[in-house]
């Protein structure tokens, strides 16, 4: 039975890579000039119930601007912005239809403001809207004059006379020795600048004022209490279809995007939506699970998934999205030219995906060694790797009455003792913690053997 | 044409068997089983000891209808003994001639009732050493099964190659010089007595042979010569491997002859047919022969050929272990960026552990006959024959390379006898082999002040709790506390433990598994 179905697999590798070496050339010559990704149609607009402003579906996040490395000015603290392919990326952006650009002062390292300032500039001012922050983090921003400086640099950097959305920044964290509570009181209210900033768009120099929300979900309901006095006429939230019911499993710290956006809606204040991608990690997934949504729109990037997923809520005012390259602008772009919200079934299909990517997080390791040698000989970037490539592949099931079950059981085992000799197997790892310093990226190694650990267990009891 | 069909049924049938059997010591994966489990499932000695009432009665039936057609297709010692002798045949310049020899009667009653009395008195270790198929599974565990793994390692390292996952890297083998020792002795001895004499073995020394040989003495079927069509060429003789053809008096000595139909195929005038006996082809019965032969005893002086040979094979054999045993300590392995592990020592067990399923240390000495196949099944290198005295060859564990699973139960599955008989998964994770026992001195959390926790976290059982080495103190490194009434005794822990050579934390076995 086995050897025959090795066979049937290896006579079926075969003659795919036969016939895909005979149709490649026939598909470029049938479809060249659909691959330059052109809007289908019109951008989809949503209109804020204060101002009536009409503002695109998605919207272009500032945070992770283009370098001349080539990479994110997020991760890539120390290199130059690319100006030119920033204005190259906003002239796109504002040909098909993007009107709203969210920044702040302290994105890239503080320079994201300026650089968007410059390419703006060139651009008509009735255009485009533009979104800052009051970004007070740190405890020197919490007197009400360097709070106010912060401000008026906004409208320097970005070179404008008013602001068109203004958020109070992230409420909801801690610093320090204060928690969220005292941080929220000592950054905005202790200040008088919330009063200052109501004052600011009662005189027409911020257009709109809202806040962004990460964290304490009592500071959450508390501004929203405010709602009487402050009349926010937008929120930001996280939100995505992982977010949506299961933010704590994701950071234990977070509150499920479905109350959230309820809460909203109640009050009818639109929501902005941050995280969309959930910091990339829904850009691409787990390949069992991309084949499903391979399956049903074949065409599809996973990323357009989840754009199209909060799309699907009228409340949404705007997406979020930072993109670093010309590609994703113009897909992402290409995704609300027009919305196609998501069907109830496909809507069900990204929850059942969110549950899979939960029970099944890839590790990020990149297989530098730092950790190595492990006092106790585990083979830690030997492990994570095998464990990621049968994610990867699909070899990592979602239960047992999975169809493919059996094969992927068999594949991961067997895998794992040809990668891995037993002795340095996960199980052998004792927890010292001595690796979880060296990482430079932040796993915690322990705890991923454990799991791994478990899997393995789990897969092995589950035999015969 | 007739008379050839017969032989060539036989042959089949004996390649038939011998292969499963081969193929069943060489498995690595554990199918093999399902299939071909019943083949030595059927052999004589382990059909007694699991109770398997249809498959021993049906022998002596078959044994009494037809005559030792057991020895011929189902013993596989005595299809080894087929296929040594017919290399010498294809080796030597001047083909073998068999000739018909005496019934070495007192060797053979000797050799049966010690059988007998050792079975019923469980003088286990004379059982295991005198019966044939233990005796073909040693040496099929020590000399077959690593071929079987090196098959499945090549098998595995292409289908890696290819991406493909259909074999599995085997696990590997426990393996014993002492049962090698044994193996090699047995091996060659009754090599050399096939390769001489063709069916000596079982004529002379074999107690199943001579058990069955009783019940063979008058079969109701048997080569019959016709006197009227024999001219006494002796040509059958000269071919009888068993020497049990008295040409001269055209006379098949039915208690000896194996049926291989060599003879019937042979024979120019058709002179011998398989067919019913008349009363004056009779062998006389064990009783008559035992009067005769004593009768004539004084005169006799033939000294058995055994002694010789085997003080000879002997030495042969000793050489070879100690000759394998240099080769392995010279072998050193480098693992490249990875710390070294230093390997795990057995630690000096006061009780040796047995596999679940095996009851007792009494149960398994009484039933084991130390064939060896559990020990090539065990898919976690658990398993290895033990080299103490008083359980020698019986299947031991101990867990410096894998610790017993629960999800498995390879080793009862694959078991003849019953000494290793598990009904199900539940009753295996319910059976107290053993109780673990710390030796703090060896814990990290003394040597090194650190929580460890590993034992606690894998027990499969949780008899294990992590408490604080400073009372009171929860802070302190925490070290294993164990719950021996809960404890199974599978060497999770033991395994898993970081402490090397010796663990920390090990495996005492219990003379009685406790089942609860």
């Not at chain 1, 403001?113 to 533009?130: N, V, W």
């Not at chain 1, 199209?308 to 705007?318: E, I, K, Q, W």
């Not at chain 2, 009783?287 to 004084?298: D, S, Y």
């Amino acid at each position: 039975m086995d050897r025959r179905d090795f066979l049937k697999r290896l006579s079926a590798a075969t003659a795919t890579m036969g016939l895909a070496a005979c149709t490649s050339d026939e598909k470029t010559k049938e479809i060249i000039g659909t691959e330059s990704k052109k809007p289908n149609g019109e951008m989809t607009y949503r209109t804020v119930p204060t101002s009536g402003d009409k503002v695109s579906l998605l919207g272009y996040g500032c945070m992770r601007l283009p370098t001349v490395q080539h990479g994110s000015a997020r991760e890539q603290k120390d290199i130059e912005i690319d100006q030119e392919e920033l204005n190259a990326h906003v002239d796109y952006a504002i040909a098909h239809g993007i009107n709203y650009f969210d920044t702040s002062p302290v994105y890239c390292q503080g320079r994201s403001e300026h650089h968007m300032g410059i390419a703006l500039k060139r651009i008509p001012r009735d255009k485009y809207f533009i979104a800052t922050k009051l970004s007070n983090f740190a405890q020197e921003f919490w007197s009400r004059e360097a709070s106010i400086k912060m401000y008026h640099n906004s409208f320097k950097e970005l070179q404008v006379d008013t602001i068109d959305y203004m958020l109070l920044h992230s409420i909801g964290g801690t610093n320090g020795e204060y928690n969220s509570t005292q941080t929220f009181e000592k950054r905005y209210i202790e200040n008088g600048i919330l009063d200052f900033l109501l004052e600011e768009r009662a005189k027409g120099k911020i257009r709109h004022l809202g806040f962004s929300y990460h964290g304490d979900i009592a500071i959450f309901d508390r501004a929203l209490a405010m709602h009487g006095k402050c009349k926010w006429d937008f929120v930001q939230i996280q939100m995505n279809y992982v977010d949506w019911l299961h933010a704590k499993e994701v950071n234990p710290a977070n509150t499920n995007a479905e109350y959230l956006y309820a809460e909203l809606e109640k009050r009818n204040i639109p929501a902005i939506i941050m995280e969309p991608l959930l910091g990339g990690r829904l850009a691409s997934t787990l390949s069992f699970i991309a084949a499903k949504l391979k399956a049903r729109r074949p065409e599809d990037s996973i990323a357009k998934w989840a754009l199209r997923y909060l799309g699907s809520f009228p409340n949404v005012l705007t997406v979020l999205s930072g993109m670093t390259y010309m590609e994703n602008v113009k897909e992402n772009i290409d995704t609300y030219s027009p919305v196609e919200p998501c069907t109830e079934e496909e809507l069900a299909l990204l929850e059942e995906v969110a549950q899979a990517m939960l029970r099944y997080p890839s590790v990020p390791c990149t297989g530098c060694q730092y950790c190595m040698p492990c006092p106790y000989g585990i083979n830690i970037p030997g492990i994570f790797q095998h464990y990621n490539k049968c994610i990867n592949e699909g070899n990592v099931s979602i239960s047992s009455q999975d169809e493919n079950y059996a094969e992927a059981r068999r594949a991961f085992l067997m895998g794992y003792d040809r990668a891995v000799p037993k002795l340095r197997q996960a199980d052998h790892c004792i927890g010292c913690g001595m690796c979880k310093s060296h990482c430079p990226q932040n796993i915690d190694i322990p705890k991923e053997m454990q799991r791994i650990d478990k899997y393995v267990e789990s897969l092995k009891q589950s035999m015969d | 044409m007739k008379s050839k069909f017969l032989k060539y049924a036989r042959v089949v049938c004996a390649v038939v068997m011998m292969l499963s059997i081969v193929t069943l010591f060489c498995d690595t994966t554990g199918i093999a089983r399902h299939y071909l489990g019943w083949t030595v499932d059927i052999q004589f000695l382990p059909s007694i000891s699991a109770g398997l009432i249809a498959a021993f009665v049906s022998t002596l039936v078959v044994t009494k209808l037809f005559g030792r057609i057991y020895c011929s297709v189902i013993c596989p010692l005595g299809i080894f003994q087929d296929i040594v002798a017919r290399l010498g045949r294809l080796t030597k310049k001047q083909k073998v001639k068999y000739s018909y020899s005496d019934e070495k009667l007192w060797m053979r009653l000797i050799i049966a009732v010690l059988f007998i009395a050792s079975y019923l008195l469980c003088a286990y270790p004379i059982v295991g050493l005198l019966e044939p198929y233990s005796i073909f599974g040693r040496m099929a565990t020590t000399l077959l099964a690593p071929v079987g793994r090196f098959i499945a390692e090549y098998l595995a390292a292409s289908s890696e190659a290819a991406g493909d996952y259909t074999f599995a890297m085997p696990a590997a083998l426990n393996y014993s010089y002492v049962m090698l020792g044994v193996a090699l002795f047995s091996l060659v001895f009754i090599a050399i007595l096939a390769f001489r004499g063709g069916r000596t073995y079982c004529n002379t020394i074999c107690p199943v042979g001579t058990i069955l040989s009783i019940f063979a003495e008058n079969s109701v079927m048997k080569p019959v010569v016709d006197h009227d069509k024999c001219v006494k060429c002796g040509l059958c003789a000269k071919k009888c491997k068993a020497s049990c053809i008295d040409a001269k008096n055209g006379i098949v000595d039915s208690s000896r002859c194996v049926d291989c139909m060599n003879c019937i195929s042979v024979c120019h005038k058709g002179a011998i047919s398989f067919s019913t006996s008349s009363d004056k082809d009779k062998t006389p019965n064990i009783i008559k022969r035992i009067k005769e032969h004593f009768g004539k005893a004084k005169k006799d002086e033939n000294a058995p050929v055994a002694t010789d040979e085997s003080k000879r094979a002997f030495l042969t054999v000793g050489s070879l272990v100690v000759g394998s045993a240099m080769t392995k300590s010279m072998a050193k392995t480098f693992d490249g960026g990875l710390a070294e592990i230093t390997e795990k020592k057995e630690p000096q067990r006061n009780d040796r552990i047995t596999p679940p399923g095996s009851k007792s240390y009494k149960h398994i000495e009484e039933v084991c006959t130390s064939c060896g196949l559990c020990i090539t099944a065990c898919p976690n290198e658990v398993l290895r024959p033990s080299e103490s005295l008083d359980s020698l060859l019986t299947p031991v564990m101990s867990f410096e390379k894998g610790y017993c699973r629960p999800e498995c139960k390879r080793c009862s599955d694959v078991c003849p006898t019953g000494a290793i008989s598990l009904a199900d998964l539940a009753e295996k994770s319910a059976t107290h082999v053993g109780h673990a026992v710390l030796i703090a001195d060896n814990c990290i959390s003394m040597k090194k002040g650190v929580s460890c926790g590993n034992c606690a976290r894998h027990c499969p059982a949780g008899a294990i709790t992590m408490a604080p080495t400073v009372n009171g103190d929860e802070t302190s490194p925490k070290m294993p506390v164990i719950d021996s009434q809960r404890c199974i005794g599978c060497g999770a822990c033991e395994n898993l433990c970081p402490s090397s050579p010796y663990s920390a934390i090990y495996v005492e076995g219990h003379r009685v598994h406790r089942i609860d």
